[in-house]
């Protein structure tokens, strides 16, 4: 399974360059996939850079290449964000529309997807995707010789604990104050974790999965609050809002309504996942370290 340890790996560098290379190696096929759809294709390969970022984090302290590489693969993924940022509000749309019902939201689609559809006719998304791709070349040459100073366990157990302990902090601060900003940074952590989680998940393999779907979700309420905050801003900015001034009133109403339910699941969730200190989970994660290695 990709994206993964493997008892073959015979070191955390050969596990970092292996996952790297099978990521990169993804992206391309993806970018070079005639039958796959251009929004797809650009959200398929920006997850992938998200994933690259995850797993570098996780070796951060140990590996010297961390910042310049974590900002290539930034600066090349933000090549693709403007396509993705409209995208994004349709989905955004449609999943406030799961939850609340669909009346009056679908001018506002509509709109979205003819906003949509305008950026990808004056931009040249095709030229962005061959720079991105050309990146991700010049990426994979120098992902075969990364290196790391540390080994074993201790070569990730700074970044685990990192991660998680911005993660339980960013739960406390958005419990105390929930803004827009404060809950977006807590999903940047908790995004980390759940890669982090997947990472190791041949540790442990039947609780990891069932951690990594319970990040997954928590993750994903985090985002949807994000993405819901995202679509309030730019509401908010039209000077023509589709239906008129009581449409958009009543719209960024529901908005707010549906962040306040995605707030209470989140930190309910939240609660268990992070109720224990980042060195406690460290150390249990560092014995089934051991004894997967030493199986």
Not at 44 to 57: C, F, Y
Request: glycine share 6%; aromatic share 6%; net charge positive.
């Amino acid at each position: 399974m990709a994206y993964r340890m493997k008892r073959s790996d015979e070191t955390c560098e050969e596990a970092l360059r292996r996952i790297a290379v099978e990521e990169i190696d993804a992206a391309l096929a993806e970018i070079d996939d005639t039958a796959m759809d251009l929004h797809e294709k650009v959200h398929q390969v920006r997850k992938r850079a998200k994933r690259l970022r995850g797993l570098i984090r996780l070796v951060r302290a140990s590996f010297p290449d961390y910042a310049a590489e974590n900002a290539a693969i930034r600066d090349a993924a933000r090549r693709l964000s403007g396509l993705r940022d409209f995208e994004g509000m349709v989905e955004t749309v449609d999943k406030l529309a799961e939850a609340t019902g669909p009346e009056g939201l679908a001018p506002l689609r509509d709109h979205l997807i003819a906003v949509r559809d305008g950026a990808v006719a004056g931009s040249d998304v095709v030229a962005d995707l061959a720079a991105f791709r050309a990146d991700l070349v010049a990426l994979r040459a120098r992902a075969e010789g990364w290196s790391l100073t540390e080994t074993g366990f201790k070569a990730m157990r700074p970044g685990l604990e990192k991660v998680f302990a911005r993660a339980r902090r960013d739960r406390r601060l958005a419990a105390e104050t929930p803004e827009t900003a404060v809950i977006h940074d807590w999903r940047k952590a908790v995004k980390y974790h759940w890669y982090h989680t997947r990472l190791l998940q041949p540790l442990d393999p039947s609780p990891m999965d069932r951690r990594a779907e319970q990040v997954r979700r928590l993750s994903e309420f985090l985002g949807d609050h994000h993405d819901l905050a995202v679509l309030d801003a730019w509401l908010a900015g039209l000077a023509d809002p589709p239906g008129g001034e009581a449409v958009r009133t009543a719209l960024r109403t529901r908005i707010a309504a549906r962040q306040g339910v995605l707030e209470t699941e989140a930190q309910a969730l939240a609660t268990r996942l992070f109720a224990s200190p980042a060195r406690d989970l460290s150390r249990r994660w560092k014995r089934l370290w051991k004894a997967w290695r030493a199986a």
